[in-house]
C-alpha cells in the first residue's frame, strides 16, 4: 500500500506567499465581504449567492433567483467577457470544467492549472489571482469552497490549500498525496461544518483513491474514507490479492443531509479494467453514505458489479424530496454512465422504485476469456427509462478492430476478453453521462441530464502479462478502438425522479452535452453546447459544431433562448448570482482537450438589460 504523505503549515511562509501572484490594490479587495462561518441552514439554497459549487448542500444546482424567466429570456445580452490570461499554447492542454462560486456580488473561479481568479461579478474585473504554477496541474479543476473567510481549492498535485477570501494569500497548505504516484484532486471541495471534504482523485494512474475530511482552519486531518475495502473494512472480502490497493477514484463532489448526518459520494471503476480476480470490488462503481463527522461508513449501493467497461460513477448525487406511489420520499438520485438513474432512499440506500438484478452475458463456464474476465452474473437494472441508448449496432462498426478481426457487436454489459475470436467489443453507452452534473427543480420534480448519444466505443482487453502497472502510470489495462464514423450527438432530457421515466427531450445538437445544467425558479434550464474540432474524442468521432450558452422551458424542454457564439467549448457547468441587485448567469468558456473541443480562457456572464 502507498504510504501517506501529509505535511501542514499554519501560516504561509515568505516563497509560499510569492506564489500569490496578481494582488491588486486594496481599494479592490475592500469591496470583498468574507464568507461567514456557514451554517447547513445557509448552504441549504442558492439564491443571490452561490455558495456552493452546486449551489448548495443538496446538489440541486437549482437556483431561486426569479429576475430572470422564461417569459423574459429572450432579452439576455452578454454583460462582461474576460480572459483569464491563460497562454493559448498552455490551454490547448486544458481542461476547463470549473463552476464559480459566488459570495456578495464577488465570484471564485479555478482554472485547469489551479490557479484561482476573484472578480468583481458586475463588470468581470479581476481582484485578485492565486497562482501555484504547478509542474502537474492534474486532469481539471472543478470548483472551489467557501467558508469562514476563506476560498479552499484542492489542487492538481494532490494538495489542499487555504487562501484569505479578501486577498488570495495562503494560509494553509495539506499534500494528501504524491502526483507522480497518480495521485491529484479534480472534484471540488465543500465546506462543511468546521471541514472542508474532498474525494482524491487518480484511481486510473494507480492511486487508492478517498475521501478526506480537513479542519478548515488550520488543515488538519479530521477523517479519511478508503473506496476500495481493504482488509478488515466493509466489502474487504470482495476483492482478490492486493488489488484493493489501487482504483475507487472519485471524480466529482458529494452531497450532504444535514439533519442526518450524511455525506453522499460517488465512486469510480477498479484497475486495471480487465484482467483482475473474481470479485464484485466494493466500493467502486458505488454510491455511498458516510456519518459526515467522522467519516465512518453508512450504507452502499453498487451499481455495476467488477466493472471492466468504465461505467464508474462520475455524477453528484441529488438529494430531493417527491411523492412516490402515494408516499413522500426522501430520496437520492445519480445518473450514470450506464445510461440509467439510480433512486435510492437517502436512509439506509435501499431502491426506491426497485433495482432487480438481472443476468447478464457470460463466457463458457471454465474457458480462458471466462477465467480472464472474471464477470458478475447478475447486474443492476433500475426500473424506470434508460435515457441513453445501451446497444450498438454492426452498421455503426462496419471496419474491422485494430487487432484486423471484427468486433463483437452488443449492449451495455457484453463482456469482452483475451480471445483467440478476437479481444474487442462495440457497445453502447459511451458514457451517457459523465462527470458534467445534472440539476434538480423541486418545482417540476424533474432532473435534468446532460447527455451523449451515440454508437458507442470499442474496448480491448490486454493479456495480464503485457499489462505494465507502476505507480502513476497508465492502470487502464484496456485498448480503445475506433472503427466508427459515426459521430455521437448530445441533448438535455429531463427524468421524472417520481417515476424514473424520460418527461422530455430537448433538440438534438450534433455534439454531445458536455458542460452540465443550472436550473431556477424562473422555469429555466441552462446548458453549454461545445464548439467541437473534427477528429476524436474521449466520446469518439467528432465533427464541427458551434458553442454556446442555450436556456430551455424547464417544463416543455422547448429552446427558450440561445448566447451569441462563445470563443471555445463551453464545458464547465453555469451558475447564477446576484449582484448590485441584477440576476446575472454565467460560465467558464475554456473548452476541453480530452473532448476535442476548441481551448481557451473566457469567462462570459449574462443578464437583462
Not at 479494467?273 to 463527522?293: E, F, K, Y
Not at 463551453?570 to 448567469?585: E, F, I, L, R
Amino acid at each position: 500500500m502507498k504510504r501517506r504523505v501529509v505535511f501542514t503549515t499554519g501560516v504561509a511562509t515568505a516563497a509560499a506567499l510569492a506564489v500569490v501572484a496578481a494582488v491588486l490594490a486594496s481599494s479592490d479587495q475592500s469591496q470583498i465581504s468574507p464568507a461567514p462561518a456557514f451554517n447547513a441552514d445557509q448552504l441549504n439554497t442558492a439564491g443571490e449567492n452561490w455558495s456552493t459549487t452546486t449551489g448548495g448542500l443538496k446538489g440541486h444546482r437549482y437556483s431561486t433567483l426569479t429576475q430572470i424567466t422564461k417569459s423574459n429570456v429572450g432579452r439576455l445580452k452578454l454583460a462582461w467577457h474576460v480572459k483569464l490570461g491563460i497562454p493559448a499554447k498552455e490551454a490547448k492542454a486544458l481542461n476547463e470544467e470549473a463552476t464559480a462560486v459566488a459570495y456578495k456580488g464577488t465570484l471564485y473561479i479555478p482554472d485547469g492549472k489551479s490557479a484561482v481568479h476573484a472578480v468583481d461579478g458586475a463588470t468581470g474585473k479581476q481582484l485578485w489571482k492565486y497562482d501555484p504554477k504547478l509542474k502537474q496541474p492534474g486532469l481539471a479543476n472543478r470548483g472551489v469552497a467557501i467558508g469562514d473567510g476563506r476560498v479552499y481549492l484542492g489542487r492538481g498535485d494532490a494538495h489542499i490549500v487555504a487562501l484569505d477570501q479578501k486577498t488570495g494569500k495562503l494560509l494553509w497548505n495539506t499534500q494528501l498525496g504524491i502526483a507522480s504516484a497518480g495521485y491529484s484532486f479534480t472534484s471540488t471541495p465543500v465546506y462543511y461544518n468546521g471541514m472542508v471534504i474532498e474525494g482524491m482523485s487518480g484511481g486510473d494512474a494507480g492511486a487508492r483513491s478517498f475521501a478526506v475530511a480537513l479542519d478548515a482552519k488550520t488543515g488538519m486531518e479530521r477523517w479519511r474514507w478508503y473506496v476500495a475495502a481493504g482488509p478488515g473494512e466493509v466489502g474487504s472480502g470482495t476483492w482478490s490479492g492486493n488489488e484493493w490497493q489501487h482504483g475507487g477514484a472519485i471524480w466529482i463532489y458529494p452531497s450532504i443531509a444535514p439533519k442526518l448526518g450524511l455525506l453522499y459520494l460517488v465512486t469510480g471503476n477498479p484497475v486495471p479494467w480487465n484482467g483482475r480476480g473474481p470479485g464484485d470490488n466494493l466500493w467502486t462503481d458505488s454510491i455511498v453514505a458516510l456519518h459526515v463527522q467522522n467519516g465512518q461508513f453508512a450504507w452502499g449501493f453498487q451499481t455495476v458489479h467488477h466493472d471492466i467497461w468504465d461505467y464508474d460513477v462520475t455524477q453528484a448525487p441529488v438529494l430531493f424530496d417527491a411523492t412516490i406511489k402515494g408516499t413522500l420520499r426522501h430520496g437520492v438520485a445519480v445518473p450514470s454512465k450506464t445510461g440509467w438513474v439510480y433512486l435510492l432512499d437517502r436512509i439506509d440506500g435501499k431502491p426506491l422504485l426497485g433495482i432487480p438484478e438481472k443476468k447478464v452475458p457470460q463466457y463458457p463456464s471454465g474457458s480462458a476469456e471466462a477465467k480472464y474476465a472474471s464477470l458478475s452474473p447478475t447486474q443492476p437494472f433500475p426500473v424506470g427509462d434508460a435515457f441513453a441508448s445501451q446497444c450498438s449496432t454492426r452498421k455503426a462498426f462496419p471496419k474491422p478492430a485494430p487487432d484486423g478481426k471484427p468486433y463483437r457487436v452488443g449492449c451495455i454489459f457484453t463482456p469482452y476478453s483475451v480471445s483467440k475470436k478476437g479481444n474487442f467489443v462495440a457497445w453502447t453507452p459511451a458514457a451517457a453521462v459523465d462527470w458534467p452534473p445534472s440539476a434538480y427543480n423541486p418545482q417540476t420534480h424533474f432532473i435534468y441530464l446532460c447527455t451523449s448519444q451515440g454508437p458507442g466505443l470499442g474496448l480491448g482487453a490486454i493479456p495480464t502479462s503485457q499489462q505494465l502497472l507502476f505507480p502513476g502510470g497508465d492502470w487502464i489495462g484496456a485498448n480503445f478502438g475506433g472503427g466508427t464514423a459515426v459521430a455521437s450527438r448530445g441533448r438535455v432530457i429531463a427524468m421524472d425522479v417520481t417515476t424514473n421515466k424520460i418527461a422530455w427531450k430537448g433538440p438534438d445538437w450534433p455534439a454531445p452535452c458536455y458542460s452540465g445544467v443550472l436550473t431556477t425558479a424562473g422555469g429555466l434550464v441552462f446548458a453549454g453546447q461545445s464548439e467541437q474540432k473534427k477528429g476524436t474524442s474521449l466520446l469518439g468521432p467528432t465533427k464541427p459544431s458551434s458553442s454556446k450558452l442555450t436556456a430551455l422551458d424547464a417544463a416543455t424542454g422547448k429552446v427558450a433562448w440561445s448566447s451569441p457564439h462563445l470563443d471555445a467549448g463551453a464545458n464547465a457547468p453555469s451558475m447564477t448570482y446576484t449582484a448590485d441587485g441584477k440576476q446575472y448567469v454565467a460560465i467558464v468558456v475554456g473548452g476541453n482537450s480530452l473532448f476535442a473541443s476548441k481551448t481557451g480562457d473566457s469567462v462570459y456572464a449574462f443578464a437583462l438589460p
